[in-house]
């Protein structure tokens, strides 16, 4: 069974600081992996996608991925509370259907 | 939102009867699917759709049926509601974007089964 974990959290940082979400999977034959942002009450909404080892930035984000070491990150810069949400990480493997994870809570204060 | 609707956006039901969820694009997207998020267990796939009329199973389909009669509109029934089933769901299409299918999501239903 294809598995996606993450901390549940809440993972707590003061505004300014840099936000470290993190996500492993099971399935060594994963292709695309996916960050995803959902707040209280709303639907998930993509921020970004990643399906190449290294790093990929876009703003303040910054997508990292390790195939070996099975795990993808996401980095949030100069934090703001407007990005106080759930964190969702979704991988896609051979079946083209994504399995996600349970999600990782980020709060950051002021 | 790559045009997606859901309706109704909430709902309260009771045990034991019927329910359908519509979820409709405006997009031309090929496939669409139905997903449950509850505390605890994130999101899980109901069933999705690959075509007019072409569905499948997800993980967590046991008590609901779908129909895809036209490409834009695709129905998720809970033939007879039980409180297991009080859940949000979200309704999803796929996209190619940069070589990769990606899914956006629809506003959520939220469904209460007393």
């Known amino acids: 069974q294809k598995e996606v974990e993450q901390n549940s959290g809440p993972l707590s940082v003061p505004e300014g600081a840099i936000a470290s979400l993190n996500c492993t999977y099971s399935d060594r034959g994963s292709q695309s992996f996916f960050w995803y942002r959902q707040y209280s009450g709303k639907s998930p909404e993509l921020i970004m996608f990643?399906?190449?080892?290294g790093d990929k930035e876009d703003g303040r984000f910054t997508a990292q991925l390790n195939k070996a070491s099975q795990y993808v990150s996401l980095l949030i810069r100069d934090s703001q509370p407007s990005d106080s949400a759930t964190y969702l990480c979704?991988?896609?493997?051979?079946?083209?259907?994504?399995?996600f994870g349970r999600g990782t809570s980020l709060i950051v204060h002021p | 939102d790559a045009g997606i609707t859901q309706s109704p956006r909430h709902k309260v039901t009771e045990t034991g009867t019927p329910v359908t969820l519509r979820c409709h694009q405006t997009?031309?997207?090929?496939?669409m699917y139905w997903y449950r998020q509850d505390p605890g267990h994130g999101l899980r796939l109901i069933h999705y759709s690959y075509g007019v009329k072409d569905t499948d199973k997800g993980e967590v389909s046991d008590g609901y049926s779908v129909s895809r009669s036209k490409t834009e509109d695709f129905l998720l029934t809970l033939e007879s509601a039980t409180s297991s089933q009080t859940s949000v769901y979200f309704c999803?299409?796929?996209?190619?974007?940069?070589?990769?299918?990606?899914?956006?999501f629809g506003p959520g239903t939220r469904l209460t089964v007393l």
């Open positions: 999803a299409i796929s996209e190619q974007t940069s070589g990769t299918d990606t899914q956006y």
């Open positions: 979704a991988v896609i493997g051979g079946s083209y259907i994504p399995t």
């Open positions: 990643i399906y190449s080892n």
């Open positions: 997009e031309n997207h090929r496939y």
